[in-house]
């Protein structure tokens, strides 16, 4: 009898002591989540000769009727467009996003926004809808990874416009939610996200890509147009990143108009492993799937990815970046980002290191097939990157 009465007492101490107790664990971890997603961060500015600005475009595809949607009658996506602007326009950061988009990704997140930064807490560099600078620069067409957007790659994708890059960013509508020009927000759908076989869905990444192909050159031409006289549409490259990256692959084979084109981190998909790839192309990769790694995902990649590094002729090249995973190549990498971390799919390099590693080369790359310019970075291992390790380049076999 006493010793239940001494475990009933014992058991009334830890009640009253554990329940405020974890009230306070709780209280202590909301406001240290508060804090850290809403800690102010400037993103890298970029690091090329002109200031870059930033456009954006809602462009239908009345050929096509919309896969996934029951709200769209036609394909329609939102595009970004970051550019070479004139620098004596614009200096300083700006906000990462217009707020209709900061409060979709807020309410995208739902409770998890609590594990991502604040998006309103960011800044970037690129003005809004400044004038183009003086010239006309080769095109680079842009796929986020699935369930990804363009803005999630800001770094990336204002470092290699200030380099003399038109860089037109694609949002896949129904695999990512979206929010129109015109406020209507499009929630993505389970069929075009995740429930639909890559084979199929990189069938509608690829046709919305050649679409959007098709618009540049009509806004190129088009009499009035902000960018007309500036995009030199002979000059088209195409890259992603993960299933971004896939359909890049998938786009640069079908389509004559990508003169070369790039995948970040991403296992091909589609008939361009079957049929190879007769376009100069670039695999930049993390190291999760080093060679001889036994997991299946990433003897798929391995394989998929040689099938067309060896196919002729052979303008393929394959690099990895050492200590660099999956989101090292979008703005996670340097936004507060726990969970990922926590799954090890931001690796230890330094989110800004990665993200310039991956710049140079996506740069060097493009300057060599679309500018015509001799990259030495591309010809084997540099001093200034000892991270990236040359798995395949021409030559190398």
């Known amino acids: 009898m006493k010793r239940r009465l001494r475990l009933r007492r014992f058991a009334l101490k830890l009640l009253f002591v554990g329940i405020p107790l974890c009230v306070i664990v709780i209280v202590g971890l909301g406001v240290w989540l508060g804090v850290a997603r809403s800690r102010s961060v400037t993103l890298p500015a970029p690091t090329g000769q002109y200031s870059v600005s930033r456009t954006a475009f809602d462009w239908t595809d009345q050929s096509r009727v919309d896969p996934f949607s029951t709200s769209l009658k036609h ?24 707020q209709q988009w900061a409060n979709l990704y807020e309410k995208e997140q739902g409770i998890g926004s609590w594990l991502q930064q604040n998006p309103d807490r960011v800044h970037a560099h690129a003005a809004t809808d400044a004038s183009p600078a ?52 499009v929630a993505s759908v389970n069929a075009a996200r995740d429930g639909m076989a890559p084979e199929q869905l990189i069938n509608v990444w690829t046709r919305d890509t050649r679409f959007v192909m098709d618009r540049i050159v009509d806004l190129e031409n088009q009499a009035g147009s902000m960018l007309a006289g500036h995009m030199d549409v002979a000059r088209m490259g195409v890259f992603g990143h993960s299933f971004g990256g896939a359909t890049a692959a998938e786009v640069c084979s079908e389509d004559s108009r990508c003169t070369a084109g790039a995948n970040l981190d991403g ?27 036994s997991g299946s995902d990433c003897q798929n990649e391995l394989k998929s990815a040689a099938a067309i590094i060896n196919s002729e002729p052979t303008d393929h090249y394959a690099l990895e970046i050492q200590g ?71 030559g190398s076999g």
């Not at 097939?369 to 395949?392: H, Q």
């Open 75 to 98: 394909r329609e996506l939102p595009v970004w467009v970051w550019y070479p602007s004139l620098s004596n326009q614009y200096t300083g950061t700006i906000p990462y996003l217009p």
């Open 134 to 185: 003086p010239g006309s620069y080769p095109v680079l067409v842009f796929e986020p990874g699935l369930g990804k957007k363009p803005f999630d790659y800001t770094t990336l994708l204002e470092d290699v416009a200030s380099h003399g890059y038109i860089v037109v960013g694609i949002f896949p509508t129904d695999s990512t939610d979206v929010v129109f020009p015109d406020g209507r927000m």
């Open 267 to 293: 296992t091909p998909y589609g008939n361009v492993v079957q049929t190879g790839l007769r376009r100069p192309f670039l695999f930049l990769r993390g190291d999760e799937c080093a060679e001889g790694s």
């Open 324 to 394: 660099a995973k999956h989101f090292n190549f979008a703005d996670l990498a340097l936004t507060f980002s726990p969970l990922p971390r926590l799954l090890g799919m931001i690796g230890s390099i330094d989110g800004g290191r990665g993200l310039r590693i991956t710049s140079a080369y996506v740069t060097a790359f493009f300057d060599r097939y679309l500018k015509g310019t001799s990259e030495s970075l591309l010809n084997g291992p540099a001093n200034d990157y000892p991270e990236v390790r040359f798995l395949a380049f021409p």
